[in-house]
């Protein structure tokens, strides 16, 4: 048995990061843009979940890369089927709330990406209300492609192909069966109920889709130019919107620098309007990225 250390190591923190400036979503492309929203943005962002107590499923969706080895796929253009060579797959997850599990002495990088305003929740509210820390995998890992090839063969399985399957089965079964008197049995006088059977089967094929599907919001690809940026924000993700306290707050960040200063606008007039209890800190970007 491992026995417990009396304190964390320093990349293990018992804050989790949500940083309201994160880049909006280019539906066209499906990716976030390049850059991170406007402070004002960033600021509004952070009043509407503090006012609403409510951390909602943002546009964000995982895309998921694969490179997958070989890979058949009909070519419309010329009318026939062509094998690419790592090949790349993109899998979409369902839409996802993010909290970020990074170490304040360790949160400077991070607001290139993501902006200098902040709330912290206390890990042990996020891990109540169901977020887990995201799996990373590089883009072409072998099991990334065996979750790949599984939902491929899912999509096969179509009620018409179930169907087709049984009453094959069914009839390499009975063709051979005689009666008592050694008589073949009439096909067209027997009765198969194969529709409960089928329906069975499809409803496990679908919920084993959606297991998997679900389990793709958790996932985030990433190659090996990544493992400074991606890999290390430490991502922790839930499916659903994350419905907190005020006591659920551990620390709330704004910058103080800057032609605004948001850090005194909230200090002055925001906290005490949505009523903020004086217990959680407030913290200047600058003073917490200096200690």
């Known amino acids: 048995m491992i026995m417990p250390l009396e304190s964390p190591p320093g990349t293990v923190s018992r804050i989790l990061w949500h940083f309201t400036g994160g880049p909006s979503w280019d539906h066209a492309r499906k990716c976030q843009e390049g850059r991170p929203k406007q402070e004002s943005a960033a600021y509004d962002a952070l009043l509407s979940i503090l006012?609403?107590?409510?951390l909602r499923l943002g546009q964000y969706r995982e895309l998921i890369k694969v490179v997958v080895p070989k890979l058949r796929r009909y070519n419309a253009q010329t009318q026939k089927h062509e094998v690419l060579i790592d090949a790349p797959v993109i899998?979409?997850?369902s839409p996802v709330c993010c909290l970020a599990d990074i170490p304040t002495a360790h949160l400077s990088y991070h607001a290139s990406r993501y902006g200098k305003i902040a709330i912290g929740f206390h890990r042990d509210a996020a891990v109540r209300h169901g977020f887990n820390p995201v799996f990373y995998t590089l883009h072409t890992t072998a099991i990334l492609r065996s979750l790949n090839r599984s939902l491929a063969k899912l999509d096969t399985l179509t009620p018409e192909a179930l169907l087709r399957e049984a009453e094959w089965d069914l009839d390499s079964q009975v063709r051979d069966l005689e009666c008592e008197h050694g008589h073949p049995v009439d096909l067209d006088k027997t009765?198969?109920?194969a529709s409960d059977a089928l329906g069975e089967i499809e409803g496990?094929?679908?919920d084993?889709?959606?297991?998997?599907r679900q389990f793709l919001a958790f996932i985030k690809t990433f190659d090996q130019q990544e493992f400074s940026t991606i890999y290390c924000e430490r991502e922790w993700r839930a499916t659903a919107e994350f419905k907190f306290t005020l006591d659920d707050v551990?620390?709330?960040v704004l910058p103080k620098s800057g032609d605004v200063s948001y850090f005194d606008t909230f200090v002055s007039e925001t906290a005490r309007k949505i009523k903020l209890r004086r217990s959680i800190p407030i913290i200047p970007w600058e003073d917490l990225v200096e200690h």
Not at 51 to 54: C, E, M, Q
């Open 51 to 54: 006012k609403s107590k409510r």
């Open 250 to 252: 551990a620390m709330i």
């Open 191 to 193: 009765s198969f109920h």
């Open 91 to 93: 899998l979409e997850s």
């Open 204 to 206: 496990t094929v679908g």
């Open 208 to 212: 084993v889709e959606d297991g998997l």
